[in-house]
């Protein structure tokens, strides 16, 4: 499996990136609508607009969008940018998605949130969050068992990248819209910091 850090700035090759978003034309999952691309350049949703037009994963933000290819063709990928209201909050495992056919491989656990959580330290952020909306509390809910060992995949060893998660209790809002999170502290001294900018955050 290879990793690439899509650079939009430089040499991306957005052919590939479009093939990737083309393989969710016929997925029912709620999240592969933001990777639609009739019109992606009018639309702020989809994952082209956020890479292309808004360069929301550049670099020089502290973001990036991680991406693992297999047979020179992408399969998986996911983002990570920093907190509006608190630059030391990284938001991870933002537009995720795994092509049908890539599915049940622990992709994301054993390559692509690794590199999130590497390039978090790297960019000297103090915590990291993965937020998930309604529609896939389901997948939040499936972390907390693996991190707890409760449920395991048979024949295949669960990443030890989904240990070690706390669960905030109630919602927050990020850019709008109600999202129920997971946090790991980098810095463990920020902890009563990270809690107050939860707190300034909270969902109805």
Request: neutral net charge.
């Given at each position: 499996?290879?990793?690439?850090?899509?650079?939009?700035?430089?040499?991306?090759?957005?052919?590939?990136?479009?093939?990737?978003?083309?393989?969710?034309?016929?997925?029912n999952m709620p999240g592969a609508k933001n990777l639609e691309v009739s019109d992606w350049d009018k639309?702020?949703?989809?994952?082209?607009?956020?890479?292309?037009?808004?360069?929301?994963?550049?670099?020089?933000?502290?973001?990036?969008?991680?991406?693992?290819?297999?047979?020179?063709?992408?399969?998986?990928?996911?983002?990570?940018?920093?907190?509006?209201?608190?630059?030391?909050?990284?938001?991870?495992?933002?537009?995720?998605?795994?092509?049908?056919?890539?599915?049940?491989?622990?992709?994301?656990?054993?390559?692509?949130?690794?590199?999130?959580?590497?390039?978090?330290?790297?960019?000297?952020?103090?915590?990291?969050?993965?937020?998930?909306?309604?529609?896939?509390?389901?997948?939040?809910?499936?972390?907390?068992?693996?991190?707890?060992?409760?449920?395991?995949?048979?024949?295949?060893?669960?990443?030890?990248?989904?240990?070690?998660?706390?669960?905030?209790?109630?919602?927050?809002?990020?850019?709008?819209?109600?999202?129920?999170?997971?946090?790991?502290?980098?810095?463990?001294?920020?902890?009563?910091?990270?809690?107050?900018?939860?707190?300034?955050?909270?969902a109805n």
């Amino acid at each position: 499996m290879l990793m690439n850090i899509i650079d939009t700035n430089n040499s991306c090759d957005i052919e590939k990136v479009i093939n990737f978003c083309k393989d969710a034309a016929d997925d029912n999952m709620p999240g592969a609508k933001n990777l639609e691309v009739s019109d992606w350049d009018k639309k702020p949703h989809t994952l082209l607009y956020n890479l292309f037009i808004q360069h929301k994963f550049a670099k020089e933000k502290r973001a990036g969008y991680i991406i693992a290819e297999k047979d020179n063709k992408y399969v998986a990928g996911s983002g990570f940018y920093p907190l509006d209201s608190d630059p030391n909050i990284c938001v991870a495992g933002t537009r995720t998605y795994t092509v049908i056919k890539g599915r049940g491989d622990f992709t994301h656990g054993n390559f692509i949130l690794p590199k999130q959580i590497e390039l978090a330290r790297e960019y000297n952020y103090k915590t990291i969050i993965l937020a998930f909306n309604e529609y896939n509390l389901w997948l939040k809910e499936g972390i907390e068992k693996l991190g707890r060992r409760e449920i395991s995949a048979i024949g295949k060893k669960v990443p030890e990248t989904y240990f070690g998660w706390s669960s905030l209790d109630y919602p927050i809002n990020i850019q709008y819209t109600k999202q129920w999170c997971l946090y790991k502290h980098l810095d463990q001294s920020y902890d009563t910091e990270f809690h107050q900018q939860m707190a300034n955050l909270r969902a109805n």
